[in-house]
Antibody, heavy 123, light 107 residues
Framework: QVQLVESGGGVVQPGRSLRLSCEASGFPFRSYGIHWVRQAPGKGLEWVAVIAYDGSYRYFGDSVKGRLTISRDNSQNTVYLQMNSLRLEDTAVYYC????????????????WGQGTMVTVSS | EIVLTQSPGTLSLSPGERATLSCRASQRISSNSLAWYQQKPGQAPSLLIYGASSRATGIPDRFSGSGSGTDFSLTISRLEPEDFAVYYCQQYGSLIVFGQGTRLEIK
């Protein structure tokens, strides 16, 4: 079955950390870049981060730069999003999404999305 | 950074009618790197159109995309009940940016 499954969300206090996982199946995972996109309650979509198919590049949105890191384990078909120094405004559903095309460019449309995992930052 | 502005914010139409959604960019989008997504309540977005006018796998031909440069549109030729949702445009020519969305509701 071709899918992405996120996990690791939950309720966390401001300033604490959380690690999200995105496990893939059903496609050649090691050939595709993977992105994270978030959606605050009742709001639109915000791109968060991308990691290359081989981990050779990682880029982040301005609102999370310096607080989030992204990594991948191609042997486990999994991408990780480490979220540090969490803020109230990080509260959102976090989706992982697959790049449409194989290849080097980090900038692409997303042809597969996970179901999302909710992160709530609250004191 | 490119800013995408979608209009209208909400579009009220009836099944069987034609819908036209607009997405305007603050700068030219290179290589027509513009995609459209549909999101239904409680679900993840799903890809409809990429490269401004190419339908994603399995997308019915009542959905079409057009435009270039800074002005793009998504047209749904005859609305089906399942088409009422929120639609987002996304540019991926440089970084990734989403528009704020257009809500398509039943009139």
């Amino acid at each position: 079955q071709v899918q992405l499954v996120e996990s690791g969300g939950g309720v966390v206090q401001p300033g604490r950390s959380l690690r999200l996982s995105c496990e893939a199946s059903g496609f050649p995972f090691r050939s595709y870049g993977i992105h994270w996109v978030r959606q605050a309650p009742g709001k639109g979509l915000e791109w968060v981060a991308v990691i290359a198919y081989d981990g050779s590049y990682r880029y982040f949105g301005d609102s999370v730069k310096g607080r989030l890191t992204i990594s991948r384990d191609n042997s486990q078909n999994t991408v990780y999003l480490q979220m540090n120094s969490l803020r109230l405004e990080d509260t959102a559903v976090y989706y992982c999404a697959k790049s449409l095309l194989r290849g080097v460019s980090p900038w692409d449309a997303f042809d597969m999305w996970g179901q999302g995992t909710m992160v709530t930052v609250s004191s | 950074e490119i800013v995408l502005t979608q209009s209208p914010g909400t579009l009220s139409l009836s099944p069987g009618e034609r819908a036209t959604l607009s997405c305007r960019a603050s700068q030219r989008i290179s290589s027509n790197s513009l995609a459209w997504y549909q999101q239904k309540p409680g679900q993840a977005p799903s890809l409809l159109i990429y490269g401004a006018s190419s339908r994603a796998t399995g997308i019915p031909d009542r959905f079409s995309g057009s435009g270039s440069g800074t002005d793009f549109s998504l047209t749904i030729s005859r609305l089906e009940p399942e088409d009422f949702a929120v639609y987002y445009c996304q540019q991926y020519g440089s970084l990734i940016v989403f528009g704020q969305g257009t809500r398509l509701e039943i009139k």
